[in-house]
């Protein structure tokens, strides 16, 4: 009991949202010390993916399944009891449409473990979620409610959690997607300079790739997706396309569907990917246009609330000092008195 009356203190609720806080603040200054690593773990996980389009492109050529593509793959499945909860339960037909394996993509997973995690996590959610809320509304902080409404918070919860998934997945998207866009117009740039000195369409992605990694690693990771299927793909096409659906841009798959064309129909590269640069810096900078008209509205009411006041303050003070410390002052103290 003592334990429990611990953990329902106001006091002790108050110390744990602090040092969460804290935390948060730790973890967002020293999330810029680990851009290495997580850059070094991109790279593994493209060169994985790079090694198993390139064992099923060997597979298909000699004819057959491809044991090296097998083991390929159950490299990178998920736990074993995720895999089994998914089959078991047939969680694919229950929870996964025609979009959900390009929603992962666009998010970067990519592969059957990610889609298994992700199946498993639209079931364990809510049910996590609805278990932590009962233990807490009926033994942690029971407050005398009635039983069913501790049980509708519960549920409530659970339904809440439910969308807990996809609503991370969706944040991750936003996130990748920002980042993407943000850094496309210079990636333009930067390939209509290979492009017009004369490298081919896999060597300009491979060159990019390298350069645009350190604005942003999301973007580098997708040409160099796309500089592999380049080289093992037979159709060029596919690959550009491919690109265009991972990134789920509407910028992206423009340029895409400006290269497919070109190789299609033997148009020039170069001047297709010159038109769609100078359209991608007229689009940043109409963004940039964009958020600074809307900046004197986003103003408004932090000036009314937080400068305003101050302001009235800072004017007011000296000449409200000035009255009540002289002779009115004294007469409205002496009138008080008497």
């Known amino acids: 009991m003592d334990f ?46 790079r090694e198993k389009m390139r064992a099923e492109e060997m597979a298909r050529l000699r004819g057959n399944g491809g044991s090296e593509s097998r083991g390929i793959r159950r490299a990178s499945e998920t736990k074993t009891y995720m895999k089994t909860v ?23 997973f990519r592969g059957q ?12 959610a809510p049910i996590a979620i609805f278990l932590l809320v009962t233990f807490y509304v009926l033994v942690l902080a029971p407050g005398g409610r009635p039983l069913y409404l501790n049980l509708t918070y519960a549920i409530g919860a659970a339904l809440v959690g439910a969308y807990l998934p996809n609503v991370l997945l969706k944040n991750t998207t936003t996130k990748r997607q920002a980042s993407i866009r943000r850094a496309w117009p210079d990636c333009l740039d930067l390939m209509l300079l290979c492009v017009e000195s004369g ?66 129909y033997g148009t020039s590269v170069g001047q297709a ?36 006041p101050v302001l009235f303050i800072v004017i007011l003070s000296p000449a409200m000092i000035k009255v009540f410390s002289g002779p009115v002052g004294s007469v409205m103290a002496n009138g008080g008195a008497g």
């Open 4 to 49: 429990v009356a611990l953990l329902t203190q106001r006091e002790f609720l108050i110390s744990v949202l602090a040092a969460v806080s804290a935390a948060a603040v730790v973890f967002t200054f020293g999330s810029s010390f680990i851009v290495k690593s997580e850059m070094r773990d991109r790279i593994k996980r493209v060169a994985l993916e």
């Open 113 to 124: 473990g990610h889609l298994t995690t992700f199946l498993f996590m639209r079931m364990a």
């Open 199 to 264: 490298m081919s369409m896999e060597h300009a992605f491979k060159r990019v790739a390298r350069e645009i990694g350190q604005q942003s690693p999301e973007l580098a990771e997708e040409l160099t997706l796309t500089t592999a299927e380049l080289a093992f793909l037979e159709d060029r096409g596919r690959a550009y396309d491919n690109l265009g659906r991972r990134t789920g841009l509407d910028g992206v798959k423009s340029v895409m569907t400006a290269l497919i064309q070109a190789d299609r």
């Open 86 to 108: 998914v089959d078991r339960f047939d969680l694919k037909k229950a929870f996964q449409d025609d979009a959900t394996v390009d929603k992962l993509a666009m998010a970067g």
């Open 273 to 308: 990917l010159r038109v769609m640069a100078e359209e991608g810096r007229e689009q940043r900078m109409m963004e940039a246009e964009k958020k600074a008209a809307s900046l004197p509205p986003k103003l408004t009411v932090p000036l009314i609330l937080f400068f305003l």
